[in-house]
């Protein structure tokens, strides 16, 4: 293989590594299932389960119930008949079956 003026260098060989390919697909078969982030998987699993949880502010103030539902920015914690929007850059922790006592 020669390079010119200009051309860029590229290898015939299918096992040799691709730079600027995504690695969730590869040229040898169809596109492997790109995983969501662990925060989604974490708190989907939490939210269709209905676990009661602890949720830790960066305040230090504890809050429990249950996640109604959440998106990129927010989570909807459902406590006491009452719905809470937190906002997430507001969360230090999110803790699994701990919801019980004052919150």
């Not at 406590?79 to 004052?102: C, D, M, R, W």
């Amino acid at each position: 293989m020669s390079k010119g003026k200009g051309e860029i260098l590229r290898s015939t060989n299918p096992s040799e590594k691709r730079v600027g390919t995504s690695p969730a697909r590869n040229n040898l078969g169809p596109p492997e299932r790109v995983p969501q982030n662990i925060q989604d998987d974490f708190l989907n699993r939490l939210r269709r389960e209905r676990t009661p949880v602890a949720v830790f502010l960066v305040s230090g103030v504890r809050l429990s119930g249950r996640i109604k539902s959440f998106d990129k920015y927010s989570l909807v914690l459902e406590s006491e008949g009452q719905e809470q929007l937190l906002f997430k850059h507001a969360i230090a922790t999110v803790v699994a079956g701990k919801a019980s006592g004052p919150g």
